[in-house]
């Protein structure tokens, strides 16, 4: 299921509401607040506490607030430092930038899935793990989804984001696939790329 580590899940319904819900541009579709996904390979037994649930979704409220309000130090800092490395903050900055430029201003993130495991045999280290799925869309781009993978070291409380994935069609390309070649051509296109989001459904506020 998710690129980096995770493999089947078994899923339990217990209701938990995040304190911040509602907070910021991050929206929770119904299911995560009503579902527990667990992967297959995780510590037999295991579920995240209350406590783990709420952590990584504030990671990701915070991660992704402080992206929207030009605050990139502060979100280059919440990642792992196994994902620092790979990337200066002078290039974090100019991704997100030029994203920026070219998407136009947020109209929203929505989570729609949480995926967790700990301590499975592929993880890079052990600890806790959850992958957020996530479809958004911005004043320039209608079709967007991706993932949020954090991490919660085995005695650590705060979560870290380890990756980010995100994939789009901005409007503009999809307009000019549309009038060259149909609107099929357009959902071929979004279909190749939302097939790198695990989970993804069409948003009832996609065009």
Same mark, same amino acid.
């Given at each position: 299921? /998710?690129?980096?580590?995770?493999?089947?899940?078994?899923?339990?319904?217990?209701?938990?509401?995040?304190?911040?819900?509602?907070?910021?541009?991050?929206?929770?579709?119904?299911?995560?607040?009503?579902?527990?996904?667990?992967?297959?390979?995780?510590?037999?037994?295991?579920?995240?506490?209350?406590?783990?649930?709420?952590?990584?979704?504030?990671?990701?409220?915070?991660?992704?607030?402080?992206?929207?309000?030009?605050? $990139?130090?502060?979100? $280059?800092?919440?990642?792992?430092?196994?994902?620092?490395?790979?990337?200066?903050?002078?290039?974090?900055?100019?991704?997100?930038?030029?994203?920026?430029?070219?998407?136009?201003?947020? /109209?929203?993130?929505? *989570? &729609? /899935?949480? &995926?967790? &495991?700990?301590?499975?045999?592929?993880?890079?280290? +052990?600890? *806790?793990?959850?992958? *957020?799925?996530?479809?958004?869309?911005?004043?320039?781009?209608?079709?967007?989804?991706?993932?949020?993978? *954090?991490?919660?070291?085995?005695?650590?409380?705060?979560?870290?984001?380890?990756?980010?994935?995100?994939?789009?069609?901005?409007?503009?390309?999809?307009?000019?696939?549309?009038?060259?070649?149909?609107?099929?051509?357009?959902? /071929?296109?979004?279909?190749?790329?939302?097939?790198?989001?695990?989970?993804?459904?069409?948003?009832?506020?996609? +065009?």
């Amino acid at each position: 299921m /998710k690129p980096l580590f995770f493999t089947a899940m078994l899923a339990t319904a217990i209701g938990i509401a995040p304190p911040w819900a509602g907070a910021g541009a991050l929206e929770l579709a119904p299911n995560v607040t009503d579902e527990i996904n667990v992967t297959t390979d995780s510590s037999p037994g295991w579920m995240p506490t209350a406590d783990q649930r709420q952590g990584a979704l504030a990671a990701v409220q915070s991660f992704l607030d402080a992206v929207q309000h030009g605050r $990139y130090a502060d979100a $280059y800092g919440m990642q792992n430092p196994a994902v620092v490395h790979a990337q200066t903050l002078l290039q974090f900055t100019q991704y997100e930038q030029d994203f920026r430029a070219l998407s136009g201003p947020l /109209k929203f993130w929505r *989570v &729609t /899935k949480v &995926t967790w &495991t700990k301590d499975p045999v592929q993880a890079p280290f +052990p600890g *806790v793990y959850a992958a *957020v799925d996530l479809v958004s869309q911005f004043a320039n781009v209608d079709r967007d989804c991706g993932f949020i993978v *954090v991490y919660q070291p085995p005695a650590g409380r705060v979560f870290s984001i380890l990756r980010r994935e995100n994939n789009y069609l901005d409007n503009a390309s999809a307009r000019t696939v549309e009038q060259n070649q149909g609107k099929a051509e357009v959902a /071929k296109v979004w279909g190749q790329l939302s097939s790198y989001c695990p989970n993804y459904v069409v948003s009832p506020d996609q +065009p």
